[in-house]
């Protein structure tokens, strides 16, 4: 049965002919009939970047709340519920908070053209405005500069983690192009931090940073953070930092942590609050272990992991995810968009993987054919590709064969976000 809040954001849905329609003249429209909740939030430390910033926010919030801070958080795409997207002062929204917020934005926008990520986020910010907290979180959903959530003129932080190629029919075919576009989210004499970046997308950074004098604490020159001797070690101007590894898994974490761990320092968060930070964070579908539920049932003697990296990028961190891994057969079950550079992303998985098993993404109109997928794998070098009607048929066959087995479900947060719902 559908709650009422489903039946709400399924009618929001239909307001926009497009999904994605980058401009902020209808967030502000909106904004302005609800009396501007956006310059009524707690100090807000705004995250733009292409892979990191789910991470790095959860590890920020982590370290926050261990100092007594209460946080809200804004976050996109949801995995199982929209109710994921909007965390107020540390509490997921509750179903008739988000009904009654979505029927007072849909009233106020009086039938106007919106997308359903403008209004939704405009629901999130009202929710922020009127309950009390410490600071307000908030992830840029594409881009930055002409995201929805780019509105808040004076925020306390803004950050921008690694930067790549990916979106490139919104933000520009180059990676310039898109830095430009993630570095829209600057704002005058705001502290920046600014997680690790290839050369030509830090110089686009750097230069709108000083045209808007906001002081820049970038990696490699005002922080640094690397493991050492099975710990991660952290320095920047405040002294150094010896902590235990990132919870969340993968190499790639060390460096959203240091990113985390600049916003932390800068907020003036102490050592206590930064251990909380890496250990205590929790972020799923990212690499992350299944332990229980129907999937985890049927193979009781195997490993069985999810990821939702969907870019060339998150394909590099989950191979050197499982490179790091004990030797074990390892196996992905991997369903795609239909918008993404799955060349890009397979290519480095296959060297690290001994098959991949291709499956449409249920009830997603934009998935990628089972078909298309075990073609591109192919043609990525994967020794065995193998097609599955389902994520559970593909798992079975795995497991009839090698029982022990480490099986990685990956290549999209939709694929991701069915799995959880499915598994429980």
Not at 13 to 42: G, Q, S, W, Y
Not at 163 to 172: A, F, M, N, R, T
Not at 278 to 294: F, N, S
Not at 318 to 336: D, F, Q, S
């Amino acid at each position: 049965m559908q709650s009422s809040s489903d039946q709400i954001l399924a009618r929001l849905m239909t307001f926009h002919p497009k999904v994605i329609d980058l401009t902020l003249d209808r967030v502000h429209r909106l904004l302005a009939a609800l009396d501007h909740p956006e310059a009524k939030l707690p100090p807000v430390i705004h995250i733009a970047g292409t892979n990191g910033k789910g991470s790095t926010q959860a590890m920020i919030r982590a370290g926050l709340e261990a100092m007594g801070k209460r946080v809200h958080a804004y976050t996109s795409p949801h995995l199982a519920r929209f109710h994921e997207r909007i965390r107020l002062a540390g509490d997921l929204i509750s179903e008739e908070a988000l009904s009654a917020l979505l029927d007072e934005c849909d009233a106020a926008n009086e039938g106007q053209s919106i997308t359903f990520f403008e209004i939704t986020t405009v629901a999130a910010f009202l929710a922020f405005s009127r309950t009390p907290a410490d600071y307000t979180l908030l992830e840029v959903g594409l881009g930055g500069r002409l995201d929805a959530t780019n509105v808040v003129d004076q925020p306390c932080l803004t950050i921008i983690t690694p930067v790549s190629i990916d979106h490139q029919q919104y933000l520009g075919e180059t990676l310039p192009e898109i830095a430009g576009e993630k570095a829209g989210i600057i704002k005058r004499r705001v502290p920046c931090i600014v997680g690790p970046q290839e050369e030509e997308g830090l110089e686009v950074i750097e230069a709108r940073a000083a045209r808007l004098g906001a002081p820049v604490l970038a990696y490699g020159q005002h922080w640094q953070v690397r493991e050492e001797a099975g710990r991660m070690v952290y320095m920047d101007e405040h002294g150094l930092l010896d902590l235990p590894l990132p919870n969340l898994p993968g190499p790639h974490q060390i460096q959203n942590a240091g990113a985390a761990l600049a916003a932390l320092r800068a907020l003036g968060a102490d050592e206590a609050a930064c251990e909380a930070a890496v250990t205590r964070a929790e972020w799923p579908a990212r690499m992350q272990r299944l332990r229980h539920g129907p999937l985890v049932g049927m193979a009781p003697g195997a490993e069985l992991w999810l990821d939702g990296g969907h870019n060339p990028a998150g394909g590099v961190a989950v191979a050197a995810t499982l490179a790091r891994m004990g030797k074990r057969p390892t196996h992905l079950i991997c369903g795609m968009l239909n918008t993404k550079d799955i060349a890009g992303y397979l290519a480095p998985l296959a060297g690290v993987a001994d098959s991949l098993t291709a499956v449409s993404i249920p009830d997603e109109v934009n998935t990628l054919p089972a078909a298309t997928t075990a073609e591109a794998a192919r043609r990525a070098g994967f020794a065995q590709v193998h097609e599955a009607a389902s994520v559970a048929e593909g798992l079975a066959a795995i497991i009839a064969a090698e029982p022990q087995a480490r099986v990685l479900i990956c290549g999209s947060l939709y694929l991701a976000g069915r799995i959880l719902q499915q598994n429980g």
